[in-house]
């Protein structure tokens, strides 16, 4: 494998020629990505980045995963025009805990650290802060898109955001990263990494870029936006959800997600050849034939799938379904199974339902179909 398989669909690698010389040196480089832990998948979009970090590793070099645990208090404002939503910590801690387990998807497990941010920058005392944020100026700063709109607009931008990417850097600082491994929205931070690192005495990181993963609504995939395919979620998930995305982005889905060119011909095709790659690298092969039996059956014949999950009927009357929907796990959030009932998305033995409550009789083993895909009978009293 040449340097053309470690930077496979690379927008940036700076400086130029900086990485040839890190590979000269003969050990086994360090090889730095985090993500936010905003939500509890890591998702497709994630994976193009990690898939550089796999390719490094069979090389013989080593992941470095960081748990951004202490930085997702802040929230990443990379391509926002507004502060992100602070998380509750058990929250946090409950998706950092999940983290390894998706991206093992991608990566090899074996050759991966994983490492959580909060046990270098909880540790930073009032004096360390001070010598961190003497290592960038404010205009340096400022010089971010995201923060020189918002500041040429005098919309909000906390002291806190602007100390996000000098904690980032930071994480290279106490892992010391030979390279860094990010999005393009994420260029700033990893060029900030260097200054850091540089001015802690370090030999700075290499930066590798790759493109954003557009999902099928045209925006960045993301984990906090909803719209995105999970690395571990159900077969059928990401089947259906990959078969939602536009003709016109194909190419750049099988560049960046199977690394492969767009298969000829029918665009159909194409599509189900992905879907199937995707499930099958998170679940194999025999669960990829399944996931696509299912959507033929569900979605393209408008089928019940032959095998339907199970649950109990719930006590009271009238249930009231966007509770019933959250508590079976069959949507993320009371609002989401709302504004499904309200789509007419929610269906009970093939009807389409309007009601937020609904009586108990009529619930009494029926086959409940939520969006496309989701379906589950209720088998009598709980």
Do not use: C
Not at 47 to 62: K, S, Y
Request: proline letters at 6%; zero cysteines.
């Amino acid at each position: 494998m040449g340097i053309e398989e470690l930077t496979r669909n690379a927008v940036d690698v700076l400086p130029a020629g900086e990485l040839e010389k890190k590979l000269a040196l003969g050990r086994p480089l360090r090889v730095k990505m985090g993500i936010d832990v905003t939500a509890p998948q890591v998702t497709i979009g994630n994976a193009v980045p990690l898939q550089r970090m796999a390719a490094f590793q069979r090389e013989g070099h080593v992941g470095v995963l960081i748990v951004g645990d202490y930085t997702t208090r802040i929230g990443d404002p990379s391509g926002r025009s507004a502060e992100r939503p602070i998380l509750d910590p058990e929250e946090i801690d409950r998706n950092a805990k999940r983290f390894f387990e998706h991206a093992s998807k991608v990566i090899d497990p074996e050759r991966t650290e994983v490492r959580f941010n909060s046990e270098w920058l909880g540790e930073l005392d009032f004096a360390g802060v001070l010598r961190l944020t003497r290592t960038v100026t404010v205009a340096r700063i400022l010089e971010r898109d995201d923060f020189a709109k918002r500041f040429s607009t005098q919309a909000p931008i906390s002291v806190s955001e602007l100390l996000y990417p000098l904690m980032q850097a930071y994480d290279s600082v106490a892992v010391e990263a030979d390279v860094e491994l990010g999005g393009t929205d994420q260029l700033y931070n990893l060029l900030t990494g260097r200054e850091v690192m540089q001015a802690y005495g370090l030999d700075p990181q290499v930066v590798l870029t790759v493109p954003l993963l557009l999902s099928w609504d045209g925006d960045k995939m993301s984990g906090s936006r909803g719209n995105y395919i999970g690395l571990t979620e159900a077969p059928e998930e990401q089947f259906g959800k990959t078969m939602r995305i536009p003709d016109e982005q194909l190419e750049e889905w099988w560049k960046l997600v199977a690394e492969q060119p767009v298969p000829e011909g029918d665009p159909m095709q194409a599509k189900l050849a992905l879907a199937r790659f995707i499930v099958a690298r998170s679940h194999g092969d025999e669960a990829a034939r399944s996931a696509e039996k299912h959507f033929t059956r569900v979605v393209r014949e408008g089928k019940a799938p032959e095998e339907i999950q199970e649950a109990p009927l719930p006590d009271g009357d009238p249930v009231h379904l966007p509770g019933l929907f959250a508590d079976l796990g069959l949507v993320g959030s009371r609002g989401e199974a709302r504004r499904l009932i309200q789509q007419g998305g929610v269906k009970i033995d093939g009807e389409v339902v309007i009601d937020l409550d609904v009586a108990r009789e009529r619930l009494n083993h029926a086959v409940l179909q939520v969006g496309k895909r989701r379906f589950i009978r209720l088998t009598g009293a709980s």
